[in-house]
């Protein structure tokens, strides 16, 4: 079919001549006006010229041809799986490029390219063991896309089309802000790092909420034409279909009330989302990780929950509400907070100290926070006793470290960094190593592993 196809093009794409009482005219030599043609229905003929090959353009011209029909022809018979395969390790290829540009404008452009559909689309189901089920919400994998990549909801189809099992948007503020001057964000390639004092650029809730909101309508009109209406079968994912969506609120730099800030991006925001995150985390805004101390997170977490359940919600529920929290804070810090594990960290540990770049002022994220916050986490599980679901994110470069972080307490993982530095082929691989570790481990569900080394 596919060669078929293309000798019709071919054929077609050569009908440039018409024959006329004998006689060969190209239409395309000829301008006539109107009258001009009245007189004279047909332009005096012109000797057609013939283009002259040699014999090795001749061939160079067949042999290129003749591969161009027989790679659509093979490529047609290949499986989805198997071509899309090759698509996400295309991407080793172009992905070493960006390397060469300014990190702010590579992740710009990696953000657009998500947004445009520029990038493969997972086709695969995920391995059966990696299936799970939290908040309610069905989970196809535990790995996630982190806050700080598509911080103004831009690409959010594109990059659950890569095959992660969610992707946190944000953090968002209620008014839009540029964030610290630029440089403002720094590579350390070697320790797999980067160094960021980004300071919640934003461009607002009212942007990030049509975004959504047409994001939202798009998703569920594709999911209810694609459902089959035959069967009980669960369908992975959200609110608006495959996949799930998490929204992180921030707060304004010059805000000086931050509850009124995380309250008003829940009644904006919480519609679109299967879970919301209040971030007091980040090192970069002034008088954020003040909010962690006992006193003002219980305050604020009362004043923007109280916001969430005043609201309307049909049979699913309201978005259940996460804190997100720094990986540095002292052993009484944790006893009063319960949720999520892991941002950056201010501190610089002994493997990038050499590193001139370690001394930019900002949150370091990436290989070297792998340990810092693997401990934190561990101590987090075992304050709640493993009651609470924890997502565990800094330094998760591979599928044994995602493991690692399940057997100190994670349900969910999110990366950032290493995404950042290995782009879309590091999903697959994650994934098919994640389950690998399980299975080898005598596992036969995530669940199973969650928590294992301090049970």
């Not at 069905?138 to 594109?158: C, M, T």
């Not at 403002?184 to 004092?197: C, D």
């Not at 954020?288 to 977490?301: A, E």
């Amino acid at each position: 079919m596919a060669i078929r196809v293309a000798l019709k093009f071919m054929r077609d794409s050569l009908r440039t001549r018409i024959k006329f009482d004998g006689n060969i005219y190209n239409p395309r030599q000829y301008l006539c006006t109107a009258s001009s043609a009245a007189a004279q229905p047909f332009p005096t003929p012109i000797p057609k010229k013939v283009p002259h090959f040699s014999k090795k353009g001749r061939l160079f011209t067949g042999a290129t041809i003749g591969l161009l029909i027989g790679g659509f022809a093979y490529a047609s018979t290949v499986d989805e799986a198997t071509f899309c395969g090759w698509l996400f390790s295309a991407t080793k290829v172009v992905n070493p490029f960006f390397a060469f540009m300014d990190p702010e404008f590579a992740h710009r452009l990696a953000v657009s390219a998500a947004a445009r559909g520029w990038i493969p689309i997972e086709k695969r189901p995920d391995p059966s063991i990696l299936e799970l089920e939290v908040w309610g919400r069905r989970f196809s994998n535990p790995i996630g896309l982190s806050a700080g990549f598509d911080k103004n909801a831009e690409a959010v189809e594109g990059l659950l089309g890569l095959g992660f099992g969610f992707v946190e948007v944000g953090s968002v503020t209620p008014v839009p802000q540029e964030g610290n001057p630029k440089p403002r964000i720094f590579r350390l390639p070697k320790e797999g790092a980067i160094i960021n004092r980004c300071g919640f650029n934003s461009e607002g809730i009212v942007a990030v909420a049509k975004r959504l909101g047409a994001q939202h309508g798009k998703r569920k009109l594709e999911t209810s034409s694609t459902a089959s209406p035959v069967g009980d079968e669960a369908v992975h994912g959200g609110k608006a279909g495959p996949g799930i969506l998490g929204v992180n609120l921030g707060k304004n730099k010059t805000s000086e009330d931050a509850a009124s800030d995380y309250v008003q991006g829940v009644h904006t925001l919480s519609q679109y989302a299967d879970y919301l995150v209040i971030n007091i985390s980040s090192p970069n805004t002034p008088g954020l990780r003040q909010l962690q101390g006992r006193k003002q997170l219980k305050d604020l977490v009362k004043k923007v929950q109280g916001a969430r359940d005043e609201m309307q919600w049909g049979e699913e529920g309201p978005p259940p509400l996460l804190v997100k929290i720094a990986p540095d804070l002292s052993k009484q810090d944790l006893e009063d907070i319960a949720r999520i594990i892991s941002n950056t960290t201010i501190q610089r540990p002994n493997t990038i100290s050499n590193n001139p770049v370690s001394e930019e002022t900002g949150g370091l994220s990436g290989r070297p926070l792998f340990d810092l916050s693997t401990n934190i986490l561990k101590e987090m599980y075992i304050l709640t006793k493993g009651k609470i679901p924890l997502i565990g994110c800094g330094g998760i470069c591979s599928g044994e470290d995602a493991y690692k972080k399940i057997r100190a307490g994670a349900t969910l993982v999110q990366l950032y960094t290493a995404f950042a530095y290995g782009g879309p082929a590091l999903i697959p691989k994650i994934k098919a190593e994640l389950a690998q570790c399980l299975e080898r481990d005598g596992y036969k569900s995530i669940y199973e592993a969650v928590g294992a080394d301090y049970r």
